[in-house]
């Protein structure tokens, strides 16, 4: 890719990545819904728009590691920075750092830039760091950076949070696999796309997205570029985007054994916004089954039941831990919220948005919503506790401060073609052993009383 070398100008793709920081920086925003909203207002496609989306993304992953090399050029805090020209140079150093674009041109573009969305009393200041930060490449910035700390470096060298290398040290407990795991989280990812059962092939799927089968999920298609929205088969909703990790999540719950025959009850206890409800929607119009998709949210609610009609869902707007049946389900699916640390390949910003301090509050709200769905399993029956996490303390603790009699599965015999999956009975899915997001997934059964 020649990324382009001219100034911003209304429809430049520097211009697209810097209002998609301004908007993450200022109001908080999605990086993955502003850009591609941008590029659409701004008609930037093709080449422009691979490196605005390189630009923006790469800038938002790097973030803390990039803002530590322009604290060491300009001799002062990020914190003393104006947010509008620290985002300008966070996009030039990314360029100088870790891109093949010319030192002049990242500069210069980097100058006019500020110029056009600050102001000429800064363009001098953006100046004269970007060009000090050129004179270094990434590798000896971090060895002027180090610090002999083995967390701090580790967090400086893969742009992580030191409390993220924390939390992935304790799931990991192998310095080589934690290395593995950091660097995996900063690799572009590829899109993956669900073949809804009964409505497409995963085969055809391929063939019209000009992309290939998944690795492990029989429902998976991996893409390679291209705008998925685009696709006839997302826009008829016989197929969606999700990541594999998401979709095995599903598929193992359908897979559990149960004891009894009936199995016509299913619930997504926390539906939102649909990815899972949708798969689960599917495979239960193959299987005579209906599904109860639960979720607290009304706005996300109504992307539930947008994802999911035409399928045997029933979406209703209610607080998991509060929800109440008439009747027992046969299988029950928490797909909890939580950190988000598996899916930080994903959500560039994410790892810069959460802390530490906000996992208590998220495993006492996972603990309520699997005792909840134990309470609505019927004897016999399966729960799937499922989070987007490999924190410790949002999975394997979560399961197992469970209170009352529950019979634990080995997930693994619902995944029986995967390798690496530890020594059971829940599993850890992680980006660099699998090329998944990081799920974590644990099966309980209700035991039949007498």
């Not at 707007?317 to 299988?331: H, I, V």
Request: hydrophobic share 45%.
């Amino acid at each position: 890719m020649t990324p382009p070398e001219t100034g911003p100008t209304g429809d430049d793709p520097r211009m697209v990545a810097y209002r998609t920081l301004a908007a993450v920086t200022e109001d908080d925003a999605y990086a993955n819904l502003v850009l591609p909203r941008l590029l659409d207002f701004h008609h930037v496609t093709g080449r422009d728009a691979a490196f605005a989306t390189e630009l923006a993304y790469g800038t938002l992953r790097l973030r803390g590691t990039l803002d530590a090399i322009i604290s060491a050029a300009a001799r002062r805090e990020v914190s003393a920075i104006e947010p509008a020209a620290l985002d300008v140079l966070r996009l030039g150093a990314y360029q100088l750092l870790r891109t093949r674009v010319a030192t002049h041109a990242a500069v210069d573009t980097s100058v006019s830039l500020a110029r056009e969305v600050v102001g000429h009393r800064v363009s001098g200041f953006v100046n004269a760091v970007l060009r000090k930060i050129s004179q270094k490449n990434a590798s000896d910035w971090l060895d002027t950076l180090v610090t002999g700390d083995e967390t701090t470096d580790l967090a400086l060298e893969f742009a992580h949070p030191e409390w993220i290398v924390r939390e992935f040290r304790k799931a990991l407990n192998d310095e080589a696999e934690v290395v593995a795991a950091l660097g995996a989280d900063n690799d572009a990812p590829e899109v993956h796309l669900a073949a809804r059962p009964g409505l497409i092939s995963t085969r055809a799927l391929a063939d019209e997205a000009a992309g290939r089968r998944g690795h492990w999920s029989p429902y998976a298609v991996h893409l390679s570029g291209g705008a998925p929205k685009d696709l006839p088969a997302i826009r008829t909703g016989r197929a969606h985007v999700q990541d594999e990790g998401s979709q095995l999540m599903a598929v193992a719950l359908t897979r559990a054994a149960l004891i009894g025959s009936e199995d016509d009850r299913w619930l997504d206890l926390c539906a939102g916004p649909g990815g899972k409800a949708s798969l689960l929607g599917a495979i239960a119009a193959e299987h005579g089954a209906r599904v109860t998709a639960v979720e607290v949210s009304p706005h996300r609610a109504e992307l539930v039941a947008k994802s999911t009609s035409g399928l045997p869902v029933t979406v209703v707007t209610a607080d998991g831990r509060e929800f109440e049946s008439d009747e027992l389900f046969d299988r029950v699916l928490v797909d909890a919220p939580c950190s988000g640390l598996g899916a930080l390949r994903r959500r560039p910003e994410a790892r810069w948005r959460r802390s530490e301090s906000d996992v208590p509050a998220l495993v006492e709200l996972q603990r309520e919503l699997l005792s909840a769905a134990l309470r609505l399993v019927r004897p016999g029956g399966v729960v799937a506790y499922v989070t987007c996490s490999p924190a410790v303390a949002e999975t394997t603790e979560v399961v197992s401060a469970v209170d009352g009699n529950v019979e634990r599965l080995d997930i693994r015999e619902a995944l029986p073609d995967m390798p690496d999956l530890g020594p059971g009975p829940s599993v850890q899915l992680w980006p660099h052993r699998h090329d998944t997001d990081a799920m974590f997934g644990a099966l309980l059964r209700r035991p039949i009383a007498g």
